[in-house]
């Protein structure tokens, strides 16, 4: 299984960036996918998740209104659009994909993780 993320760099605050990860190796329209970032020094957070099937999606309350969460299953690839970018936004992004049954915002809950894409925001 092989998550790539890409789309990942330097803005200033206020643009916008949209990350995609490319996944193969697994049945992707089966698993939910999750973006979660790490700041340096500070633990993994949970961004966003959408379910296999694209009707349900949840935000961390720290980007609700400014990211969006999406999946094309025929290109086996989810993406996650970012506006109204913020210097706290500043990260490595990751993707996941998980097979746990409801919404999942924990990382221990996800099978299977990408290399991570890194997006600075400047301020």
């Known amino acids: 299984v092989q998550l790539q993320a890409s789309g990942g760099g330097l803005v200033q605050a206020g643009g916008s960036l949209r990350l995609s990860c490319a996944a193969s190796?697994?049945?992707?329209?089966?698993?939910?996918m999750g973006w979660f970032r790490q700041a340096p020094g500070k633990e993994r957070e949970f961004v966003a998740v959408?379910?296999?099937?694209?009707?349900?999606?949840y935000y961390a309350d720290s980007v609700n209104g400014r990211f969006t969460i999406s999946r094309d299953n025929a290109k086996n690839t989810v993406y996650l659009q970012m506006n109204s970018l913020k210097p706290e936004d500043t990260a490595v992004y990751y993707c996941?994909?998980?097979?746990?049954?409801?919404?999942?915002?924990?990382?221990?809950?996800?099978?299977?993780w990408g290399q991570g894409t890194l997006v600075t925001v400047s301020s």
């Open positions: 190796g697994l049945t992707f329209s089966r698993y939910d």
């Open positions: 959408i379910n296999w099937s694209e009707t349900t999606i």
């Open positions: 996941a994909a998980t097979n746990t049954v409801g919404l999942a915002t924990i990382s221990s809950l996800y099978n299977y």
